[in-house]
């Protein structure tokens, strides 16, 4: 791929469902200002960054290992000793991006798509790994509450099994190579504060009823 290739990739993806189809556990206004400002802005940034990389003459060969790539932890190290600002507008609009991208198809209406338990290989994996599914949540939550400021709580694949984590920022799984994000809750602020005001605890309920689990299925199927 070249780094033109990979920086044509940096659009805004439409959301895969209206912006009311999460209501009532994520309002309407929320998801539009989320996804046509947020998700937007980010997009608009990391395009600009990824051009900036394209014209450094000692770094544009990063680009052309693709877009995640440029966002994994030894390329922005790599970046950051030529040119620390790029590598940090790089870090968040490129994790923002990608981290966005990640989480519209991570929900689904709920009853259609959305909410339920997790079946098949996946529950087996949860089951072994966090004991069951509500402890499973309970410990996904806990790693929400516990996040302070802003971030994500992921659920990842690596290559010793299912891991469980939290993130600051717009950092995420695309940092560490080797490692597929399958379930990913942003608790910026952005992302609740108009319905649930300062409880993040209530947001974090009530998402269960759209977390789109036979995408997360797909995405862990496709990581072995
Ligand atoms: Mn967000």
Known sequence: MSGAEAKAEITLPPLPYADNALEPHIDATTMKTHHDYHHGGYTKKFSGAFDKLLAHAA???????????????????AIRKV??????ALQNNGGGWINHTLFWN??????????????????E???GKFGDFASFKAKFASE????????????????????LYSTPNQDGPHNNPGETA??????WEHAYYLKYKNRRDSYIDAWWNVVNWPEVQKRYDSAQ
């Open 182 to 187: 399958l379930l990913g809750l942003d608790v």
């Open 125 to 127: 994996a949860i089951n």
């Open 83 to 88: 040119d620390r600002g790029l590598a940090g």
């Open 144 to 163: 929400g509450m516990t996040r302070f400021g802003s971030g994500w709580v992921w659920l990842v694949k690596n290559q010793d099994g299912l891991a």
């Open 59 to 77: 770094l544009k060969s990063l680009a052309d290992k693709g877009v995640a790539a440029v966002v994994n932890t030894d390329s922005l190290e």
């Open 106 to 123: 991570n929900m689904a209406p709920s009853g259609n798509g959305g909410g339920g338990e997790p079946t098949g290989a996946l529950a």
